[in-house]
C-alpha cells in the first residue's frame, strides 16, 4: 500500500463504529450522497477502499474508476483488507465499564 494512500471504510457508520482500519475514513456507500462525497476527493491520490465482504467495495471503486479515480484498490472485506495493508483494526466504540 502507497505511503499516501486514503484508505475508505465504505460500510454504514454503525459497522464503521464496531471495528475499521486505522485511520480509514467513513464513506458509507449506500448513504445516498455518496458520489457527492466522493467527487470533493482529490482523484490524483491512491485510495484503498474496502468494506464488510467485498461486495459494496467493488461497487465503489467501480463508481470511483467511472468518475475519475484513476489509482483505486479494491481491498475487499475488513479482514482482507487488514492483512493486506498491515493496518490494524480499531473500534470507535466506547469500552464499556468494567
Request: net charge negative; charged share 20%.
Amino acid at each position: 500500500m502507497p505511503d499516501d494512500a486514503v484508505v475508505i471504510d465504505v460500510r454504514t457508520p454503525a459497522e464503521f463504529e464496531s471495528g475499521h482500519l486505522r485511520g480509514a475514513r467513513n464513506i458509507n456507500l449506500a448513504s445516498g450522497d455518496f458520489v457527492e462525497v466522493i467527487a470533493a476527493l482529490p482523484v490524483d491520490v491512491p485510495y484503498v477502499v474496502y468494506c464488510r465482504t467485498g461486495n459494496r467495495s467493488a461497487q465503489a471503486v467501480e463508481i470511483m474508476r467511472s468518475t475519475g479515480f484513476a489509482d483505486v484498490t479494491d481491498a475487499g472485506g475488513l479482514d482482507d483488507a487488514q492483512v493486506s495493508t498491515g493496518l490494524p483494526i480499531e473500534s470507535s466504540s466506547p469500552t464499556p465499564p468494567g
